[in-house]
């Protein structure tokens, strides 16, 4: 297949950092009694900021959707320090290198924020193996839409049909295909339903398998 660029989703996909919000997202549904279940998470999971605390007002009020996120990220850091660090996804240095050795481009699409994004990557060692970053704040609409994606193939100069995305969120994947862009799923903490996998164009176990594809059919 034609490729020129490989578009790497970052929670969840770079970092694994799923697992930890899910911890920090199950800490505050238990003291302000939200209910939330792994199930649940997939409704709030992948796109900005704004997006999940509409969600989230709709349930308790904008006032306090407000104070859940503030009080989410700090649990969210916690369990980060007590861990030793935010730790990298299985296979993600190899597949970065690679990329680098097949003369790709390579960008972070995250909805995340740009301080946020941009520490946590130095701080895991990757950052250097990435062209571009795009974020949320450069774009109009967050995932579903596919605004981040395409903002990403620009950066480059890249065409949507030369790239690929990565991604384990049914909003990445799902924005991954309006922008007409093929996309690698590899499952985190939320497996995807049987419907929803018509929207990979490939699923792989982890990274390390995404490599082995590349150097066999690239």
């Given at each position: 297949m034609?490729l020129?660029?490989?578009?790497?989703?970052?929670?969840?996909?770079?970092?694994?950092s799923?697992?930890?919000?899910?911890?920090?997202?199950?800490q505050?549904?238990?003291?302000?009694?939200l209910?939330?279940?792994?199930?649940?998470l997939?409704d709030i999971?992948?796109?900005?900021?704004?997006?999940?605390?509409?969600?989230?007002?709709?349930?308790?009020?904008?006032?306090?959707?407000k104070k859940i996120?503030v009080e989410?990220?700090?649990?969210q850091?916690?369990?980060?320090?007590?861990e030793?660090?935010?730790?990298l996804?299985?296979g993600?240095?190899?597949?970065?290198?690679?990329?680098?050795?097949?003369g790709?481009?390579?960008?972070?699409?995250?909805?995340?924020?740009?301080?946020?994004?941009?520490?946590?990557?130095?701080?895991t060692?990757?950052?250097?193996y990435f062209?571009?970053?795009t974020?949320?704040?450069?774009i109009e609409?967050?995932?579903?839409?596919?605004?981040?994606?395409?903002k990403?193939c620009?950066?480059v100069?890249v065409?949507?049909?030369?790239a690929?995305?990565i991604?384990?969120s049914?909003?990445?994947?799902t924005?991954?295909?309006?922008?007409m862009i093929?996309?690698?799923?590899?499952?985190d903490t939320?497996k995807?339903?049987?419907?929803?996998?018509?929207?990979?164009?490939?699923?792989?176990?982890n990274?390390?398998?995404?490599?082995?594809?590349?150097?066999?059919?690239?």
């Amino acid at each position: 297949m034609e490729l020129k660029l490989v578009i790497f989703d970052m929670d969840g996909v770079i970092l694994d950092s799923e697992r930890v919000a899910n911890l920090a997202w199950f800490q505050v549904s238990e003291k302000y009694n939200l209910g939330l279940t792994l199930e649940k998470l997939r409704d709030i999971k992948g796109g900005t900021t704004a997006r999940t605390e509409g969600i989230l007002a709709k349930l308790v009020g904008e006032e306090i959707a407000k104070k859940i996120l503030v009080e989410k990220k700090e649990k969210q850091l916690e369990i980060i320090k007590s861990e030793g660090g935010i730790k990298l996804k299985k296979g993600v240095v190899e597949l970065l290198k690679y990329i680098k050795e097949k003369g790709l481009k390579c960008v972070v699409a995250t909805s995340t924020s740009r301080e946020s994004a941009e520490r946590q990557l130095k701080e895991t060692g990757v950052y250097k193996y990435f062209d571009t970053l795009t974020f949320g704040d450069e774009i109009e609409n967050g995932k579903p839409a596919p605004d981040i994606f395409l903002k990403a193939c620009e950066k480059v100069k890249v065409s949507p049909e030369e790239a690929i995305v990565i991604e384990d969120s049914v909003l990445g994947a799902t924005a991954a295909n309006r922008a007409m862009i093929r996309c690698f799923v590899v499952e985190d903490t939320i497996k995807f339903t049987e419907e929803e996998n018509k929207l990979a164009y490939k699923k792989f176990e982890n990274l390390l398998k995404v490599k082995e594809y590349l150097e066999k059919y690239n």
